[in-house]
């Protein structure tokens, strides 16, 4: 009997192990089909003119690239901040400029997935922005900062072509907390 039930609890832990890893698994795969979807949706939204959803019930569609090439980081840009989108990338904030134009667009993304980078960046680094027509503007890295959340003085009228990528902060934490970490630029050239 006393055999029989550590078998059962034995078999029950293995079971439940193979399950959580099974759900870990299928995540990593969700997320990984949803870039490349991102990435053809994002093509096709360049040939044709048009937004394009990544999949049918899709509540954005990719607006950008935005890449930094001396760390090879790149990311599909979404139409929304929301934290659905945010789930599969960088969102652009509404209220703020395409990029190229004038004021400061803003990006945010999670800092533990899609702006992991941001950690890596150095001022000087160049950012590129490819824009739903397949125009491509290129910043300059000024400087970071960080900053409460509701204390950030961006100025999406701000004189000028800017670009700032808003994440939280600290990068390595867990759970949420006040402060965001921004990083500013300015288009080069």
């Given at each position: 009997m006393k055999r029989r039930s550590l078998f059962l609890g034995a078999a029950f832990l293995a079971a439940l192990?193979?399950?959580?890893?099974?759900?870990?698994?299928?995540?990593?795969?969700?997320?990984a089909v949803a870039q490349v979807l991102l990435e053809r949706a994002f093509g096709e939204t360049i040939e044709t003119?048009?937004?394009?959803?990544?999949?049918?019930?899709?509540d954005t569609w990719p607006v950008a690239r935005l890449s930094v090439p001396r760390i090879g980081a790149t990311a599909i840009v979404l139409a929304?901040?929301?934290?659905?989108?945010?789930?599969?990338?960088?969102?652009?904030?509404?209220?703020?400029p395409a990029p190229g134009q004038s004021g400061t667009t803003v990006y945010a993304a999670h800092r533990d997935?899609?702006?992991?980078?941001?950690?890596?960046?150095?001022?000087?680094?160049?950012i590129t922005v490819t824009d739903s027509a397949g125009l491509t503007y290129t910043y300059r890295m000024t400087g970071s900062e960080i900053v409460r959340w509701d204390e950030s003085r961006i100025d999406a009228r701000a004189p000028g072509r800017h670009l700032v990528l808003a994440t939280c902060w600290p990068l390595d934490a867990r759970m949420?907390?006040?402060?965001?970490y921004?990083?500013?630029?300015?288009?080069?050239?």
């Amino acid at each position: 009997m006393k055999r029989r039930s550590l078998f059962l609890g034995a078999a029950f832990l293995a079971a439940l192990g193979l399950a959580l890893t099974g759900q870990g698994l299928w995540i990593v795969a969700k997320a990984a089909v949803a870039q490349v979807l991102l990435e053809r949706a994002f093509g096709e939204t360049i040939e044709t003119g048009q937004p394009v959803k990544p999949w049918t019930w899709a509540d954005t569609w990719p607006v950008a690239r935005l890449s930094v090439p001396r760390i090879g980081a790149t990311a599909i840009v979404l139409a929304s901040g929301s934290g659905q989108s945010l789930a599969f990338g960088p969102g652009h904030l509404a209220g703020t400029p395409a990029p190229g134009q004038s004021g400061t667009t803003v990006y945010a993304a999670h800092r533990d997935t899609h702006f992991a980078f941001l950690a890596e960046m150095r001022v000087g680094d160049l950012i590129t922005v490819t824009d739903s027509a397949g125009l491509t503007y290129t910043y300059r890295m000024t400087g970071s900062e960080i900053v409460r959340w509701d204390e950030s003085r961006i100025d999406a009228r701000a004189p000028g072509r800017h670009l700032v990528l808003a994440t939280c902060w600290p990068l390595d934490a867990r759970m949420r907390g006040p402060l965001r970490y921004l990083v500013h630029a300015e288009l080069a050239g």
